[in-house]
């Protein structure tokens, strides 16, 4: 997904296209990158290039050390694209640019602990402190999807297993709701019938519409990622102690199909419960386009600081100019 996003974090236009088989180069998603840019700079005036990766940027915000769910190992992103676009490019971590877009422009406005998590394919996390991303000593804090929640679990495409997001994510969602359906479980009845049986149709968000309709397999399998979600909402409470914890991703969108019983978890769970205050859990407001407008403000914020240091070196250049040709003129007074 790729979009125009204005100073006041308002998207002018929005494209989106499949993202390549995950088996093929990152060039490949480079590729689809840049032709993204260029068919917006057509019509759009472009100063800058943000882009929200899912996967561990280093602390320079350049390369994309590792991701779960794409071919980038130790990809040289920024360097890559700003080779081939003609405007500042930043990366950073798609759920720290969503959770900067939800402080500036969201549910996060006038927080100053704030903790995002990204509900999708996996989880994503980020902290936001003082106005600050806390990216951590090598860029990589806020990767809450990896902790490890039951110990010899589901397998992770991190390597690991039981980590956090195999219980509480859109691939956790989808995989009990073909699991329930591949065995002609009788409460997987009513999605069986909807994707005609090919159960390899069944997909998150047509698991939250049918849990809207009343399915009520699809409203408990959204519930359970709920409570797991408020399991791991807890600890981090206790770890890190914010304000606010903002739930952003596509699997978001289920509301308080998922969140009410997160919260209902997170009381359950939380250390000190009744002796403590306790963080306030919101949905995203921005949904699933937090990500590109965080990413493109803080691409805004380099563009600036980029002009601002060509307008020194240029004025630099100028009084030089002027501390020359008054040299010569003394000189050829004299």
């Not at 943000?50 to 991701?67: E, K, S």
Request: hydrophobic share 40%.
């Amino acid at each position: 997904m790729a979009g125009v996003v204005d100073a006041d974090g308002n998207i002018l236009e929005k494209v989106r296209t499949e993202t390549p088989d995950k088996s093929k180069s990152p060039k490949v998603v480079e590729d689809t990158i840049v032709e993204l840019v260029l068919d917006l700079s057509d019509r759009h005036d472009v100063h800058a290039v943000g882009i929200g990766a899912a996967g561990w940027v280093d602390a320079d915000r350049n390369r994309v050390l590792f991701a779960p769910h794409l071919s980038w190992r130790n990809e040289p992103l920024r360097d890559r694209l700003a080779g081939r676009l003609a405007v500042p490019v930043l990366v950073d971590n798609d759920a720290n640019s969503a959770a900067w877009a939800e402080w500036r422009f969201g549910a996060g406005r006038g927080e100053d602990h704030l903790v995002m998590i990204t509900l999708g394919t996996g989880i994503g996390g980020a902290i936001l402190e003082d106005g600050q991303v806390k990216r951590g000593k090598y860029g990589v804090a806020g990767e809450f999807g990896h902790m490890q929640v039951v110990p010899g679990g589901h397998r992770c495409p991190c390597g690991n297993r039981g980590c956090w997001e195999q219980y509480s994510s859109g691939n956790a969602l989808v995989r009990e709701a073909r699991e329930l359906a591949a065995a002609d479980s009788p409460v997987a009845y009513g999605i069986i019938e909807h994707v005609k049986g090919n159960i390899g149709d069944i997909s998150g968000p047509m698991i939250t519409e049918l849990a809207r309709e009343g399915d009520a397999m699809c409203i408990e399998l959204l519930q359970d990622i709920g409570q797991w979600l408020g399991v791991g909402i807890a600890n981090l409470a206790a770890a890190l102690d914010p304000s606010c914890f903002v739930i952003g991703g596509g699997v978001s969108a289920a509301d308080d199909l998922l969140i009410g019983p997160a919260r209902d978890a997170f009381r359950r769970h939380l250390t000190g419960r009744g002796y403590r205050p306790e963080a306030r859990i919101t949905r995203a407001q921005l949904g699933p386009e937090a990500g590109m407008v965080g990413a493109a403000d803080l691409a805004r914020l380099v563009a600036r600081r980029f002009r601002r240091a060509n307008r020194r070196r240029v004025e630099r250049y100028e009084r030089y100019e002027r501390y020359v040709e008054a040299r010569r003129s003394s000189q050829d007074s004299a």
